[in-house]
């Protein structure tokens, strides 16, 4: 069974740097593509940015310039790192994964089979 966990989340104020993580465990063969999504109060959940391994990175035009995904090593796991954040970055950020390439949909939920619970980031001006 594939298991899917972030950490690295936390309250910060607005300006500054965090990087969170994610980690897959449990999988037979490298995967593919890892992404992360996040979900604000009230709000529906929104992709934020993906690594495809054959295809490279993908970021969500709202982040892009700020935030930056990138694989750690050739393990299953990645990092966001997230810099000059802002009370609208705040939102439960989760991870999720594939065995497939992602290039074609890397922003559809379904393109993802495999879920984390999410890591709370949480920006305060």
């Known amino acids: 069974q594939v298991h899917v966990v972030e950490s690295g989340g936390g309250s910060v104020q607005t300006g500054v740097s965090l990087r969170i993580s994610c980690e897959a465990s449990g999988v037979t063969r490298r995967l593919t593509c890892m992404a992360w999504f996040r979900q604000a109060p009230g709000k529906e959940r929104e992709w934020v940015a993906s690594f495809d391994r054959n295809s490279g990175a993908y970021h969500a035009g709202p982040v892009r310039g700020r935030f930056r995904i990138s694989p750690v090593n050739a393990n299953n796991e990645v990092y966001l790192q997230m810099n000059t954040l802002g009370p609208e970055d705040t939102a439960l950020y989760f991870c999720?994964?594939?065995?497939?390439?992602?290039?074609?949909?890397?922003?559809?939920?379904?393109?993802?089979?495999?879920w984390g619970q999410g890591t709370q980031v949480t920006v305060s001006s």
């Open positions: 999720a994964a594939t065995e497939t390439t992602c290039e074609r949909h890397p922003a559809w939920n379904t393109t993802y089979p495999y």
